[in-house]
């Protein structure tokens, strides 16, 4: 059984910062990618950043410049850094993980179950 789960979301000022966490555990062989998303209610899940195992990161347009993916896979947890926050950016956030469980098995996709972040104007 995997776990993913989040924390660090909660209730900002436009301008503010936010530092996410999601742990990863339970029987993990190897991780591959992990990542960050956002959904608000009635849109589609957004991607906003990623890295591989190779830590490399990508970012999509509307956060560049402004988050930081990072991971420490040690802890088999990833961060999402979030600054200069905008009420827009006021979402349910994911992360998730691409990761094996034995040495033998192809790799799943596994979601957390997401932490509101709120940011005021």
């Known amino acids: 059984q995997v776990q993913l789960v989040e924390s660090g979301g909660g209730l900002v000022q436009a301008g503010g910062s936010l530092r996410l966490s999601c742990a990863a555990s339970g029987r993990i062989y190897s991780i591959n990618t992990m990542g960050w998303y956002r959904q608000t209610p009635g849109k589609q899940r957004e991607w906003l950043a990623s890295?591989?195992?190779?830590?490399?990161?990508n970012y999509a347009d509307s956060v560049k410049g402004r988050f930081t993916i990072s991971r420490d896979n040690a802890k088999n947890t990833v961060y999402l850094q979030m600054n200069s926050l905008k009420p827009e950016d006021t979402a349910v956030y994911y992360c998730n993980a691409d990761l094996r469980t034995r040495i033998t098995s192809v790799s799943n996709i596994y979601w957390g179950q997401g932490t509101q972040v709120t940011v005021s104007s």
């Open positions: 890295v591989p195992s190779s830590g490399s990161t």
